[in-house]
Structure formats: C-alpha cells, structure tokens
C-alpha cells in the first residue's frame, strides 16, 4: 500500500502542466480540452492559458493515475471518470472513443475556506438586510431551494445559509461528492456512491434519504436534487420535516418548482399531478435564486415565497426581494441592487412570536408599498395573497 502522501505527490506531478492553477486560489475551474488547450476561469472570466501536457499519452497517465487513487477504471470501456482530487476538487474525464479529440477534463475547485454570508455580503451578492430576512426564515425553520444555472454559486449559497442553523440542531447531509461544508457542530455526512460494473454496492441519494430519515435529523441538507429523490424531500417537508435545505438547477423561481415536479415524477410512486402540485406549493416556502450575471459576477436575483397552488393560476410565487439593474459602470461591471419588494413573507406573525424581527427596510418597503396600493401590509396575512411573480 502507497502512503497517501506519497502517492498525492505522484498524483501531482503528473499534473505538473496545470499544478499553478491548482495552487491559485483564485482559478475556481480548469476545463483541459486535449493536451494543448487549457482554459481557467479566474474571477468568473474565461481564459486560455499557454500550459500544455507534452502529449495524449501523457495526459492519459495523469487521468490512469487519477482513476486508481479513486479505485476506478478509465479506458476505452470506461471512457467517463469521476473522481476527487486529494485537496476535494472535483473533476469530470472523458476520454476516447466518447471524447474523439480528448482527453476533456473539467476540474471545479474546491475552497478549503468556506464562503460565509459576510464574504457575500463583501461581493455585493446580497445586501445585509436580505441576509438578516434570510436568517430569520432559516431559523424558523422555513424549508429553502437554493436555485441558480451551472456556476452561480449555489453550493457556495448553501454553505452560508447553513451558517444561520441553530446551533444545537442535528443535521443530516445528503449529497452525491462531497461539497456541502457546514459551519455547524453536529453534522452527519452521507455521501452516494455509484456502483461497480455489474452495478453492486450502489447506494444512491433515495436510499440515503429513507435511512435519513430514522435518523432523527432536526434539519436535512441536500446537496442538490436530480431526480425521483425530489418526491422523498418534498414529502419530508410536508411531513413535519421543516428546516430543509437543497439545491434545484433552475433559472427563474416558477422554473425551480417546475423542475422539482417533473424530477419527482421520476420517482416510481404514481402520484396525480394535482396532488403532487398541492405538495410541492405547501413543502417549499422559499426559494433562493442565484445567478451568474453577464459580467461574470455571482448574485442572489430573487428571494421569492411560494404562497400555494391552484389550478387556475398554477404556483402562486411573490417576490420578497428582487435585484434591480441599472446599467454598467466605467469597467462594464453592472450596477445592480436587491431591493424588498413590500411583500411580508407570510410567517411574518410567527417570526414575532419568537421575538424576532425582520429589519426596518423590510417593513418599511410594506409600508410604502401599503400607501402606494392603499393595502393594509398585513392583509396579506390574513389568507388574502398578494401578486404572483412568475417567470419573466
């Protein structure tokens, strides 16, 4: 048996062409497309680096080397290689037949320091008073869907919102590799694992979830959700389960809850659309979207709350804070803030009653808002639902 230090070493100098970027804390991805093209993205650009591998062969030694540190295969039958790199990067292989011109890798880093909620706050990604609304719903329990496209930052997201868990609270993690760091004391970590070639030992994010559950978690944290899992989480939720956190690819709130229905239709539990929807609406309270912005910046563009569902008008969703744009400064940076909409969320009564307060901006934008409609702010608490938001 190697020792694993030794064995990194190896790793690494196989990787010696790309070793700078490995050690940069700013590069937060390397895309290899064959031996002489490689690219990093540095502070949300693209840019095409001079570093090459000295050849296909050598390039294929790294990815071999790789794949046995992970105990895997990578060959012409296996042409596809997951794995984890010693400091928890994740990279993606592919390689030919599949790849004609490979070998094509994407390495997404990983940051030992984890992305806190002041660091967002920093990046202008969302603004105190959003923070400070986000951690009362987090702490009440309010189960949260973290949305956002390819690279805009949802686990980084997901990471900070953990931060506003209760600290005595046990928290079971779910995900597929491990990426979920949460600032938090008691934490169970459960990870998938694909299973062999003859499909042994495969333990998938379902199983992990229905053992989860006898495991008396306070709160349930999902990596992110790709499939029929989705029904087991939205069931969960309405079950009493509150407190959720997960993560959905989707652009647009409407879109996050459309994702979620069609992935838990996946599921091998037949279920008449109408009640799955009635589910969906009454497990998910918020949903957090996050967004890769044009100039390459990483911003939360809406905190929505989804208020039920009927059939008329499908998912009621209101916009509790919105991003609004106005245009780009000297750099061509967009200038952009995330205003509240005057919308109270509707466990506003019970955030009071556990003596918390959202922050004076939030109550002041209803109150403007009541003024300019002539509706009491709190109205809407009475079962009378404001404005629906949709996709735009």
């Known amino acids: 048996m190697i020792p694993k230090e030794v064995y990194e070493e190896t790793l690494l100098s196989f990787l010696a062409p790309i070793r700078p970027y490995l050690d940069d804390a700013k590069v937060s991805e390397i895309m290899i497309n064959g031996p002489d093209q490689i690219f990093i993205e540095k502070g949300g650009k693209l840019i095409l680096t001079d570093a090459r591998f000295a050849s296909h062969e050598a390039l294929l030694s790294a990815l071999r080397n790789m794949a046995q540190y992970v105990g895997k295969m990578i060959d012409e039958d296996h042409p596809i290689l997951e794995a984890r790199l010693p400091d928890g990067s994740r990279i993606e292989a592919i390689i030919p037949p599949a790849a004609p011109d490979g070998p094509d890798v994407a390495i997404r880093r990983f940051f030992k320091e984890t992305l806190t909620v002041q660091r967002l706050v920093d990046f202008g990604s969302v603004t105190p008073d959003a923070a400070a609304v986000l951690e009362c719903l987090v702490a009440l329990k309010q189960n949260v869907v973290v949305a956002g496209g390819t690279g805009s930052g949802k686990t980084s997201l997901l990471n900070a919102l953990s ?67 989705a029904l087991d989480l939205v069931q969960a939720m309405t079950s009493g389960h509150g407190g959720c956190i997960t993560t959905v690819h989707a652009t647009y709130p409407h879109d996050t809850l459309t994702r979620l229905e069609t992935m838990a239709l996946m599921s091998d539990v037949e279920l008449p659309l109408s009640a799955l929807r009635l589910q969906l609406a009454s497990a998910v309270n918020i949903i957090v979207q996050t967004s890769r912005l044009a100039d390459g910046s990483r911003k939360i563009t809406h905190i929505s709350e989804v208020r039920g569902y009927d059939a008329k008008d499908g998912f009621r969703i209101t916009d509790l804070y919105l991003r609004k744009f106005q245009g780009r400064d000297e750099q061509g940076n967009l200038i952009s803030t995330l205003e509240p909409t005057g919308e109270l969320p509707l466990c506003t009564e019970t955030v009071h009653s556990y003596g918390m307060q959202f922050p004076a901006s939030f109550y002041e934008a209803a109150r403007a808002r009541a003024e300019m409609s002539g509706v009491d702010p709190w109205a809407a608490h009475q079962g009378h639902h404001g404005h629906h938001g949709g996709g735009h």
């Open 163 to 229: 931060s506003f868990i209760p600290d005595g609270d046990r928290i079971v993690i779910i995900e597929d590799s491990r990426e979920v760091q949460l600032q938090r004391q008691h934490v169970v970590q459960l990870e998938a694992r694909p299973g062999d070639a003859k499909g042994r030992g495969k333990v998938s994010i379902r199983d992990l979830f229905r053992a989860t559950l006898r495991m008396r978690p306070d709160r349930i944290v999902v990596g992110e959700i790709r499939g029929g899992e």
